[in-house]
């Protein structure tokens, strides 16, 4: 699978610095290139830190800015990034409020981000959010919990607006075990991907196949199925993700969904639009109203055709999070 | 080519009502559906419009907003609007101001939109601006002048910011006559794309295949080369873009350039960021410095992989305009 690159081992350096070099008036390295910072941080807010495995662009470096992240620290392809390097982060961009930790529900980044907590704790006050929004891995299918997936930029936005505007490090956390029971994800993929260092396909899809419950690491899914037209296919991403919400949830007074549709890298605007709408309509058949939308590329796996919907049940205060300034990379308004 | 897709005759209308609902605070259906417009427009504007053949999201629909379009009028995939379209717009966005009307340089576009001028004429002041950026399609390749490709992106955010500001019909078409000269582009392919209707792709490269001067249509390039590593790939577009211009502008005091770095629908953010990077480098090497960047998917081939670099020479001004607030789908700062 041809990549713009030019040496798999050069591959995310010169894709951050591109990054960097691309936004300079939000973003600057971090000392030692160890992550992406904002270019001027607002002391006497917590800083709010997330990363992980590089190809999930614009995850996280994207989304360092002014209402969401302070630094992002990114490993290689699917691979988190050391505790020295989420480290370095702490000690350059907590600014005395002490740092929230966002990290995605996978072995290596919950132990690595374990392992810089526990070495930052004699400096820094730390609090970590373990994002688990994946439909596809309910407690029956794996035992460690749901994987994070594209429902972690629902949480870097609405923790980053909640920092900004003065919450402290426990509300902050509170804020990520809220929401966690009330996010879930579910994507499907089209065509499979490759990882540039070997360059072989971690799996393939036949011309007529489609494969549901994909992670964003090539991970293989729940099901591989037939191909199938745009209304079957969000109708089995729309009916994993409601039967993985807590039985009453759904119609629970107060909340109201936040709808995502997030593209996983190879997947043009046209398609994801289209999948918006018949999202909608699917979840209004079912008098599930949202009441605001994202739609667009976030949360990648590299270059894998496919998408993946997250419906989010937000309270108004929440929505008013999501609804404050934001100005970052990837997503700005 | 797998698309998420019902069928290839509603595929178009699927996907532009998933965009309006996606963003119905910006966004509304003109009457019949024949156009999106911004829900509120701003009266006494000149009013300007777009459009152009479908497959090319978010270019135009989703650049309709504060600040840069009133309304875009889609065809089908790769296919002009009809002239009904175009004058259904004028007669509903233009609040008495007049109507300029950005057409990307293909026959079919140009027709259709000169026609509807026409037809308009006796009710609407009108003006048109044909975008010619293409580096790949110069007067020894095309007689007919070269074609619009990402170019467009920055005609219409500064024609749509100078009309935010008052500028009157004459001045904006002199401002998109300025940039035309100043604006060149060129695109490379990974992989070719398949037109919903045949599921055919227009062109099929193999595994170690690239093609240099494709368009955005499936259209063949002008060589088909041994796929290589990006610094090679930007170098050759580079060099291209730089060869297209008239000798001595690169140099003119007071112009400093924009760069503008495109995905073409399958090309993930890792990679334009790597490509983003690497421009930076290859420009600046040769003392031309980019004052601004943008960075994204903006005018796509439908799922093509592959991406254009363009390079715009701008006044202080005209960066100024760039710089405005801008409130769109696609754009937004």
Known sequence: MKKIMNAPERFVAESLEGLVLAHEGLLAFGGG????RRRVLAPGKVAVISGGGAGHEPLHSGFVGRGMLDAACTGHVFTSPTPDQIVAAMDEVDTGAGCLLIVKNYDGDVMNFEMAAEMAAP????????????????????????????????????????????ADLAALKALGEDLNGRIRSMGVALRGVAVPDNARETFVLGPEEMEFGVGIHGEPGLARTRFADADAIIRQLGEAILAEFPPGLLAAEGLRPLLVVNGFGGTPP???????????????????????????????????????????????DQFALWNAPVATPALGW
């Open 270 to 316: 046209i398609e994801l639009y289209l999948a918006h709408g018949l999202a909608r309509r699917f979840f209004e058949a079912r008098a599930i109203m949202p009441a605001r939308a994202l739609t667009g590329t976030f949360v990648t796996s590299l270059d894998m055709a496919g998408l993946s919907l997250t419906l989010a049940l937000l309270t108004p």
């Open 123 to 166: 400096r820094h006050a730390v609090e970590t959010v373990i994002v688990e929004d994946d439909a596809a891995t309910g407690p029956a299918v794996r035992s460690r919990g749901r994987r994070g997936v594209a429902g972690t930029v629902v949480v870097e936005k609405l923790i980053g607006a909640a920092a900004e505007q003065g």
């Open 33 to 36: 290139r160890k992550f992406v």
